[in-house]
């Protein structure tokens, strides 16, 4: 089985097949022979945050807490590099809010991801908002990243309602200068507005939007079976399921082109706006956080907090796989 699509960029052009491995598993795999990921996520052991949002995930998901080992960091993304793994983008990511934490640790870990910067296609910081009045941490990150943020509705009053915070970063002077990813919520009360949300922040925020994602909550990441917290009891109360993904497909199919099909890898389907930014929806078919790999307190696992095997099963050629996936399914560009 296999799925073609190229993607350029400024460093350089790369064209990624999906492929199967000889256990059954999918990657993806660029013509050099290396796996790409989608993800390389960086995630606290502490948490801290401004807001109060009714479906946090650093609420729901009760890993350990405990030393971050952030000097670790540079054997890790070693270790990625020797097993020919690469990523989409890297993500600055909770516990929370992650422009909270120490900005000496947040410099100290931009010049980790700088030297390993080839093994990154771009770079995100997910943030609640914060960022963007934090001018100190902003200098850090904002010329070279995109900030990647969730929305519970294009209306600010009622996103500020709803995600319980007291400053509109959209007012803020650095706001202007960023480039945004807006994670949109796929709720209950907002799936009949869906696409006049979408035209709403192309309009409004065209001149930093990166790209609209449209966000399937998990009602928990961690074990799927436990879900009496009262974060996990709003999300199946309030959001849309994994289950209602295919009504959102067909709606989005009949009203914009497909970039890229269904992959069972990254989990995803894409479109193209007429304005030239991408929509994406994670499908949650698969496994949740596959693509990703995760630091945490030093270590690299997958979001069920187990170690990641970097290593291919003996004797796969994965340049040997990319080859034979040929151009059979590709993908519009």
Excluded at 26 to 54: H, I, W
Aim: include cysteine; proline fraction near 5%.
């Amino acid at each position: 089985m296999s799925c073609t699509f190229t993607r350029s960029k400024e460093k350089d052009v790369s064209t990624k097949r999906l492929v199967q491995l000889p256990n059954g598993e999918f990657v993806v795999a660029n013509e050099l022979g290396q796996r790409v990921y989608k993800t390389f996520m960086v995630v606290s052991a502490s948490f801290r945050c401004d807001k109060g949002c009714p479906c946090c995930t650093a609420q729901i998901t009760t890993w350990p807490k405990g030393e971050d080992c952030w000097e670790r960091m540079d054997d890790c993304l070693a270790r990625c590099e020797q097993a020919g793994i690469t990523f989409e983008y890297v993500t600055m990511s909770g516990n929370g809010e992650p422009s909270m934490y120490p900005a000496d640790v947040l410099r100290g870990l931009k010049e980790t991801f700088d030297r390993y910067d080839h093994l990154f296609e771009y770079r995100r910081f997910q943030t609640g908002g914060n960022i963007l009045w934090e001018p100190e941490v902003w200098n850090i990150f904002g010329p070279t990243y995109v900030f990647e943020t969730t929305r519970m509705s294009l209306d600010d009053a009622e996103d500020m309602e709803i995600l319980r915070y007291r400053r509109n970063y959209t007012e803020s002077p650095l706001f202007p200068r960023s480039r945004v990813v807006f994670n949109h919520t796929l709720l209950r009360r907002n799936e009949h507005r869906l696409l006049a949300d979408i035209e709403g922040y192309v309009r409004r925020f065209g001149n930093v939007l990166a790209a609209v994602n449209l966000k399937i909550l998990n009602p928990n990441t961690f074990d799927p079976n436990v879900l009496s917290s009262r974060q996990s009891q709003w999300i199946l109360k309030h959001g849309l399921g994994k289950n209602d993904g295919q009504r959102i497909v067909e709606l989005m199919d009949a009203h914009f082109p497909r970039v890229n099909d269904y992959n069972p890898f990254y989990d995803r389907y894409e479109w193209m706006h007429p304005s030239g930014i991408k929509i994406t929806l994670y499908a949650r078919l698969a496994s949740y956080g596959l693509p990703n790999i995760v630091f945490y307190q030093g270590k690299l696992v997958d979001y069920g907090l187990k170690p990641q095997r970097l290593e291919l099963p003996e004797g796969t050629d994965i340049l040997a796989l990319w080859r034979a996936a040929g151009e059979q399914s590709h993908v519009r560009a």
